[in-house]
């Protein structure tokens, strides 16, 4: 007969082996109290206690991913246990310094009507806490960060300079005057500067930036400006080759992907009306695709322009590998 049919048959065994895990907890032996935890899960004994028991053996045991993988697992079924299992993943979060996760986490959960006002309580405290040593923690990465970026423009470090800018935007940091001031600094890449004045416009920055790109100074309002790929002419453009989608889709998505890094690349320049044609004409050239029967364009014009999309397109290719 099967050991799992044996429990079944014998409940003081189930018994005596919560207890025993359970007291093992208790008294700190956490791996002999996992071990049990471990017996009884395999036979279907899946209660709150034993669940949390595991757990906080797991975390005592500084086995953080096990615990934060268990825990989600739990709450993703939505049971009775729901709410124990969230407060106790929330501690693992602030535990492991999570602290971004775990203020979504709680912004989301306390949209809900029926939280018991004892567990409400919990997770506001919680949040409060993780949103202040949030702010410690992110004034801190912004100093170490920065620090680390300007040393990356002296050493003409384009890559880097890419990484600690998607660093910062992705840990939510707000961008300080050092950081703005460098999009007028040559040695800071092209791409990265519209990596800058993107991240400007998610933080809502009302104001005038001065900006040098392309051998041109302007001042530009990140509230203001069109995303990239936004602007109405890089539509119309996209229009003149659309046709291709369906006879070509390789050849349209080249297309698209030179016209994406020379609008990228050139960000926050915009592209005027009468550039529609010759930047039209210049990627089909490119890309060695039948030009328009009309009459062909000015060839040095036309060549200054399919120079600088392959220019354009080396600087993405540079930085963001496709």
Known sequence: MAEKDNVVLFPKWKQMLESESLQAMKSQKYEEALQKFDQLIEHDVKHQEIMIGKIICLMEMGLY?????????LIELEDDGYYHYMHIYLTIL????????LIDLVSEVLKADDIPDVIKEQFLQLHAISQEMNRDVQEKNSRKWTKA???AIDEHEYIKQWNLIEKMRNNRLQPNEVIIHSLTNEHVHPLVKTAILLWCKDKNIDQLIPV???KQSMSVNP??????EEGAIQKEIQLK???LEQEDP??????????????????????KSSQVEPITEALKSILHVQADTREP?????????IEEMQVCSALYLSIIDE
Request: net charge positive; proline share 3%.
């Open 65 to 73: 991913d096990q615990a934060e993988m268990l825990a989600k697992s």
């Open 94 to 101: 602030f535990q492991t310094n999570q602290y971004i996760e």
């Open 149 to 151: 970026f300007q040393n």
């Open 212 to 214: 040098v790109k392309n």
């Open 223 to 228: 509230v203001t400006i069109y995303r990239p």
């Open 241 to 243: 080759f659309k046709y």
């Open 250 to 271: 390789t050849l349209h998505k080249m297309m698209t992907d030179v016209l994406k890094h020379y609008i990228y690349v050139r960000y926050p320049i915009a592209i």
């Open 297 to 305: 364009l000015n060839e040095t014009l036309l060549k200054d322009y």
